[in-house]
């Protein structure tokens, strides 16, 4: 199953099926937007559906791992164009929150930066992360005005690694568990998972719910 082709995610398979998937709008800060959320969702989904991919690593390309949603509208979005574009986001959302949730393989995190926001609150769906001694992990959603999202309403770094070999570190810890029996993986996440699924499921929509009121 190929690659997908993807703007702001840089996507490379070690050749011992380790996935890494990297937020890659530097400039930008990692900052996420509804193509973003798009492209993010596709990749896992690639990553839980190919046979080459046994465990999946999520990262940032330069000094963020995501600077969070990002608020500035374009200049020339009008009210109706704009609560269309929250309400097309919302459900880019949901699915990636849907996708995060039934992910059938290991999902590690790799946390090079600052997590921010729904960056940040994702996390907790990840069965396992690492964070260098600097990043920052924040969530602004009450001086911003909006609801707990990304599922934070329910459900926080496992270990610190120094910076210097940060990502292949991470790599070399995740191709450590490509050595596992595959199914033995599969049916201890889903053991894990399969008691918060539905609850997870409801929160991530009445999240979006409100969300899309605001």
Not at 59 to 69: A, M, N, P, V
Not at 78 to 99: M, P, R, W, Y
Request: hydrophobic share 45%; with cysteine; glycine share 4%.
């Amino acid at each position: 199953m190929a690659i997908p082709k993807v703007k702001h995610f840089e996507i490379t398979l070690t050749d011992k099926g380790v996935a890494i998937i990297a937020f890659n709008r530097p400039a930008r800060k990692n900052a996420l937007n509804g193509e973003v959320y798009k492209e993010w969702d596709r990749s896992l989904i690639w990553a839980a559906q190919s046979s080459e991919v046994k465990v999946a690593i999520m990262t940032g390309k330069g000094k963020f791992y995501t600077s969070g949603h990002e608020l500035a509208p374009t200049p020339d979005a009008d009210e109706s164009k704009l609560e269309k574009t929250v309400k097309e986001s919302i459900v880019c959302v949901q699915s990636l929150l849907n996708t995060l949730i039934n992910f059938p393989k290991l999902l590690i995190a790799a946390v090079n930066g600052p997590a921010i926001g729904f960056g940040m609150t994702t996390l907790a769906l990840c069965d396992v992360v690492y964070a260098v001694p600097d990043a920052i992990f924040f969530t602004p959603f009450m001086q911003f005005g909006f609801c707990a999202e990304g599922c934070s309403s329910y459900l926080f770094p496992n270990r610190i690694i120094q910076p210097d070999n940060f990502i292949d570190d991470v790599v070399a810890i995740a191709t450590k568990t490509t050595n596992f029996p595959p199914t033995a993986i599969f049916q201890t996440k889903d053991l894990i998972r399969a008691r918060e699924r539905e609850t997870l499921m409801a929160v991530s929509r009445s999240e979006c719910e409100l969300l899309q009121e605001r």
